[in-house]
């Protein structure tokens, strides 16, 4: 029996792993694939984009304010006593239709004072023909008189007549003399006292007459402080009249975006008449007032009237006063309200409409500077100047053409000349369109 060597038979065991280890990687290697060549191709960055438009552009800004009456008439009691009668609706909030009575005072008083004023002129006029009669009478009294003393003058020189008899004659010609003098006094003093008593009777009139007080337009009863038989002096405030025939709403805008509605005009002369009477015609604003009533907006056609008197130092606005004329034929029940005092409203003006503007999303302008996609679908950064910016859009005075591709996403980082993959923001360009002016 052969014995096997130790260190031999320990070296044929490893034999067997390593075969095995030879057949599993020549079995690998059979099944890996040949390495392929790629090419390498630029990664494009998705975008949205809108073409840039070119409008006929009505330019606007806009502000709020609160709706007030444009006239407001205060009833104060321009006589004392009590009221006698009162209008059946005055009562806060109704409304009373112009010349309507409102109330009246008791006027008992008032018509004894134009009575009494009339009998102090009639006897006034008495006192006149009297007076007359009396002249009449003591001008011939006079001529009487001047006549005996010429005579007993004579029969003094004479010796015929005393010194006494001639000095009773110049008494009582003297006496005569006064006495006419007296009454023309009286007479002079006669037109007078008729305008005293005249302006007397005209006042009694006018204190009369405003017993009674009507509506001097149509108006809203508010602030209402009286009652039938109630005592008012003269000067109490009763309640106040707002007009409904026109409401004012007063606005504060920016100077900045005012300034808006005027580029693209021509230049004009303005004159102090121009201003005072076609302030109107002269800026050519549009106004329109809208009130958000939740489901919907309501909405109405204003006028300008005016610019108020100050410049708000605090936040640069000036203010401007908008009217709408018959506000209360204007409603319709359940969309249009009646334009109350006191509500807040939205006031919109709009100039005139400047043609061949471009324009762009406003959150397309990024420093000064505008993404472009060119023809080869590459961004290029577009330096730009900005002629005004409204609303959601920006007004371009140079640096873009119309129908450009604008790149309205944001890029980060934003590098000239990467390719893009461009899609049409639908939305955005209709609104972009719909800024195209209607007014023709």
């Given at each position: 029996?052969?014995?096997?060597?130790?260190?031999?038979?320990?070296?044929?065991?490893?034999?067997?792993?390593?075969?095995?280890?030879?057949?599993?990687?020549?079995?690998?290697?059979?099944?890996?694939?040949?390495?392929?060549?790629?090419?390498?191709?630029?990664?494009?960055?998705?975008?949205?984009?809108?073409?840039?438009?070119?409008?006929?552009?009505?330019?606007?800004?806009?502000?709020?304010?609160?709706?007030?009456?444009?006239?407001?008439?205060?009833?104060?009691?321009?006589?004392?006593?009590?009221?006698?009668?009162?209008?059946?609706?005055?009562?806060?909030?109704?409304?009373?239709?112009?010349?309507?009575?409102?109330?009246?005072?008791?006027?008992?008083?008032?018509?004894?004072?134009?009575?009494?004023?009339?009998?102090?002129?009639?006897?006034?006029?008495?006192?006149?023909?009297?007076?007359?009669?009396?002249?009449?009478?003591?001008?011939?009294?006079?001529?009487?008189?001047?006549?005996?003393?010429?005579?007993?003058?004579?029969?003094?020189?004479?010796?015929?007549?005393?010194?006494?008899?001639?000095d009773e004659a110049e008494r009582t010609t003297l006496q005569s003399k006064a006495a006419v003098q007296n009454l023309e006094n009286t007479l002079a003093l006669i037109p007078t006292q008729r305008n005293v008593l005249q302006a007397k009777l005209t006042q009694a009139k006018r204190d009369l007459a405003n017993t009674t007080v009507v509506a001097p337009?149509?108006?809203?009863?508010?602030?209402?402080?009286?009652?039938?038989?109630?005592?008012?002096?003269?000067?109490?405030?009763?309640?106040?009249?707002?007009?409904?025939?026109?409401?004012?709403?007063?606005?504060?805008?920016?100077?900045?975006?005012?300034?808006?509605?005027?580029?693209?005009?021509?230049?004009?002369?303005?004159?102090?008449?121009?201003?005072?009477?076609?302030?109107?015609?002269?800026?050519?604003?549009?106004?329109?007032?809208?009130?958000?009533?939740?489901?919907?907006?309501?909405?109405?056609?204003?006028?300008?009237?005016?610019?108020?008197?100050?410049?708000?130092?605090?936040?640069?606005?000036?203010?401007?006063?908008?009217?709408?004329?018959?506000?209360?034929?204007?409603?319709?029940?359940?969309?249009?309200?009646?334009?109350?005092?006191?509500?807040?409203?939205?006031?919109?003006?709009?100039?005139?409409?400047?043609?061949?503007?471009?324009?762009?999303?406003?959150?397309?302008?990024?420093?000064?500077?505008?993404?472009?996609?060119?023809?080869?679908?590459?961004?290029?950064?577009?330096?730009?100047?900005?002629?005004?910016?409204?609303?959601?859009?920006?007004?371009?005075?140079?640096?873009?053409?119309?129908?450009?591709?604008?790149?309205?996403?944001?890029?980060?980082?934003?590098?000239?000349?990467?390719?893009?993959?461009?899609?049409n923001d639908e939305a955005l360009q209709r609104y972009l369109d719909s800024q195209q002016s209607s007014e023709k």
């Open positions: 029996m052969v014995k096997l060597n130790t260190s031999n038979w320990r070296k044929a065991w490893i034999i067997p792993p390593l075969v095995i280890g030879l057949a599993f990687f020549m079995f690998m290697k059979s099944g890996k694939q040949t390495p392929q060549k790629v090419e390498d191709h630029e990664q494009a960055r998705a975008v949205r984009i809108v073409k840039a438009a070119k409008v006929d552009l009505s330019p606007m800004t806009e502000g709020y304010g609160v709706v007030q009456p444009a006239r407001v008439w205060t009833a104060v009691a321009q006589v004392s006593g009590r009221i006698i009668e009162s209008h059946h609706r005055l009562r806060n909030g109704e409304l009373i239709e112009k010349d309507k009575v409102l109330f009246k005072i008791d006027p008992v008083d008032y018509e004894l004072n134009v009575a009494t004023a009339k009998a102090q002129l009639a006897e006034l006029e008495v006192q006149e023909k009297n007076a007359q009669a009396s002249l009449t009478i003591e001008k011939r009294n006079q001529s009487i008189a001047q006549r005996e003393l010429i005579r007993l003058n004579k029969l003094a020189k004479k010796g015929t007549a005393s010194q006494s008899q001639r337009f149509n108006l809203k009863i508010a602030s209402l402080a009286m009652e039938k038989a109630q005592y008012v002096p003269k000067g109490q405030k009763l309640f106040e009249g707002d007009s409904v025939d026109q409401v004012e709403i007063v606005t504060q805008v920016p100077i900045s975006s005012l300034r808006n509605l005027f580029i693209g005009r021509e230049d004009t002369q303005v004159s102090l008449d121009s201003v005072t009477h076609n302030i109107g015609e002269l800026t050519g604003f549009k106004p329109a007032i809208e009130l958000d009533m939740g489901s919907h907006v309501a909405s109405w056609q204003a006028r300008f009237v005016r610019f108020t008197d100050t410049v708000d130092p605090q936040t640069r606005t000036i203010g401007i006063v908008v009217a709408v004329d018959d506000p209360l034929e204007q409603v319709k029940p359940g969309f249009r309200p009646p334009l109350s005092k006191g509500m807040f409203v939205r006031v919109v003006l709009t100039g005139h409409t400047q043609t061949g503007r471009i324009i762009i999303p406003r959150n397309a302008v990024r420093g000064g500077k505008v993404y472009v996609m060119n023809d080869q679908q590459r961004l290029q950064q577009r330096d730009v100047d900005i002629l005004f910016n409204q609303e959601q859009i920006s007004v371009i005075s140079n640096g873009i053409s119309a129908s450009e591709s604008i790149v309205v996403t944001d890029l980060i980082p934003a590098v000239d000349g990467m390719l893009l993959s461009a899609s």
